[in-house]
């Protein structure tokens, strides 16, 4: 046992709240599996396999490394504590410090002393943990991996799969050990195809979605949507995609295959893609949004701007989304039901050096192959779109974990490029199909000139135009259209007859926004429905015999991103 109570400071009460924390060198094996484990005899298992240790939490994998030290918790100093710092170190000398202003650690003349600040009260007390190795989160997927794999009954094995899903999405490089099983995948796609229940069918649509399983696709190629940021003009939006859906005779969730949503585009993402609306229910969902958030007075939001950086009251927003979305269900969660698309909805970091944008997936990426953005599946798909929405001055900024969240509009209004990426990503080997790009309306003034004579613009003028530079959607758009082959790229985005603010809800302005809508649906009529065929082009014949032989091969244990 490990006596804190000979190091110098320590004392009785330090000490004894971890007194017997580490009498024994060897970690308690998890007690929970054998309760649910009546078809499966854990010493069996455990007598095949010697060397192997699974472990219930972290704590159980590290309780031995347990150590305590104390921290003083130092007063607020910015970045001048530095320079007070410096300072102290070069004009006090040893014979200037009284004994009870000594730093603990600090040495005089070679000797240790304590502070007498010890006993105050701002004292902090922390537990170095040390954290667990790559071999022992290697160790610790494939026991899980074999127990999964040794599970009969029902209760067993939507464990055991929740068990795997939860150490993925705790350590998303585990998945790259979990599928070098080559069982894994196979046992989880049968699991799929004939489990009579359907709880072991969701969990293992979502294990197979964290492994980084991307499905065959059942079309040429893969077929891209990504919706921009606008706030209560994204029905706009919804109007062009009414019309798609009309033109193709599917429901939006129907004729995609990956959908990335920024801002409002990630509210109409997640209605359409996880919920399964049709446009018409989902327009009907998010104008009752809309006049129910932004129904505010001056007053309250002045006060809010003042107190919070918030014109709108957050915690109805949140209320709202909980209600319509739902409160528990996370974005690995939507891998459970048949047919979802993968879907992923952009933020802003805005805590780090330099802004850069966050995904919040409903799917891991195959192993080895990496996004340039950080993102993850962990969170709860409310909070996924209140951070992507959180447009400063608007809303408060959110903060999951570590990270603050602001809206993705800021730094990625028009998402195209990352929906693309992260396609493929998914599907390195399969042709892009067809990229459907929905704006949320321009004004036609963007594209006159002023005619005033002035050789200097305006302050006011200058910040407004690196505001809208910071959430332009046309440059996006033009390097995409330049880059993808001819028919495969579609982008619409209405003129709009007035410069509508975010957060309209005028009737009358309402209307005329509907108007503009729908003059352009009927000017780009033609357009539409090139976009509905490219979208229903099925697969080519030696794509299907390529395709089936994969499932195949899947099904065989043989997963490769190679074929």
Request: hydrophobic letters at 35%; a positive charge.
């Amino acid at each position: 046992m490990l006596r804190l109570k000979n190091l110098p400071f320590f004392g009785k009460q330090n000490t004894a709240l971890f007194e017997g924390t580490t009498n024994n060198g060897t970690t308690k094996i998890a007690e929970t599996l054998s309760k649910v484990d009546k078809d499966v005899d854990n010493e069996v298992f455990e007598k095949q396999n010697p060397d192997s240790k699974i472990f219930d939490t972290k704590e159980d994998t590290i309780s031995k490394n347990e150590k305590i030290v104390e921290t003083i918790q130092p007063s607020y100093l910015g970045y001048l504590s530095g320079v007070f710092t410096n300072i102290w170190n070069q004009t006090v000398g040893p014979e200037d410090i009284k004994n009870d202003e000594l730093i603990p650690g600090s040495k005089i003349n070679g000797k240790s002393k304590l502070n007498s600040r010890d006993a105050s009260p701002t004292r902090v007390t922390k537990i170095l943990i040390k954290k667990a190795s790559r071999a022992e989160i290697s160790n610790r997927t494939k026991v899980l991996v074999d127990k999964l794999m040794l599970a009969q009954a029902t209760s067993s094995k939507i464990l055991r799969m929740q068990m795997l899903s939860q150490h993925i999405q705790e350590f998303p490089g585990s998945r790259m050990v979990a599928v070098s099983n080559q069982s894994l995948v196979a046992y989880l796609l049968n699991q799929v195809e004939s489990a009579a229940e359907a709880g072991v069918q969701e969990e293992a649509r979502m294990c197979l979605s964290l492994c980084g399983y991307s499905p065959v696709l059942d079309t040429r190629g893969i077929r891209i949507l990504s919706i921009d940021g606008g706030g209560t003009r994204g029905m706009m939006g919804l109007t062009i995609l009414a019309a798609i859906e009309k033109a193709a005779g599917k429901k939006i969730y129907e004729l995609f295959d990956h959908i990335t949503g920024v801002s409002t585009g990630a509210i109409l993402a997640v209605l359409l893609g996880i919920k399964k609306c049709s446009v018409e229910e989902c327009k009907t969902t998010y104008m009752d949004i809309s006049r129910r958030l932004f129904n505010q007075g001056k007053l309250s939001g002045v006060s809010g701007l003042l107190m919070s950086h918030s014109y709108y009251n957050t915690t109805l927003w949140v209320d709202i989304l909980k209600e319509k979305i739902g409160e528990n269900i996370t974005c690995s969660d939507t891998a459970k039901q048949p047919k979802t698309p993968r879907l992923c909805v952009a933020s802003c970091i805005v805590n780090s050096p330099q802004l850069q944008p966050y995904m919040f997936r409903n799917y891991e990426l195959p192993g080895g192959n990496s996004s340039h953005y950080r993102g993850g599946t962990q969170h709860k798909v409310w909070q996924a779109i209140q951070a992507s929405a959180a447009a400063p001055g608007y809303f408060e900024e959110v903060r999951l974990g570590t990270i603050l969240h602001q809206d993705g509009g800021v730094l990625a209004n028009n998402p195209t490029a990352i929906a693309i990426h992260e396609s493929k990503k998914l599907w390195p080997n399969d042709p892009v199909q067809c990229v459907v790009s929905i704006g949320n309306g321009r004004s036609v003034a963007e594209l006159e000139l002023t005619t005033e004579n002035r050789k200097l613009t305006k302050l006011q003028d200058k910040i407004s135009k690196i505001v809208d530079s910071a959430t332009d959607t046309e440059a996006t758009h033009q390097c995409v259209n330049d880059l993808l082959p001819d028919g495969t790229y579609f982008r619409f985005n209405p003129y709009m007859s007035f410069p509508y603010t975010l957060d309209e809800i005028q009737e009358e302005k309402l209307d005329q926004m509907q108007r503009d809508a729908n003059l352009y649906v009927r000017r780009n009529a033609r357009k539409l429905d090139e976009c509905a065929k490219t979208l229903l082009i099925p697969p080519s014949y030696t794509q299907t015999l390529k395709r089936q032989s994969i499932s195949k091969l899947h099904k065989m244990g043989i997963f490769k991103l190679d074929f």
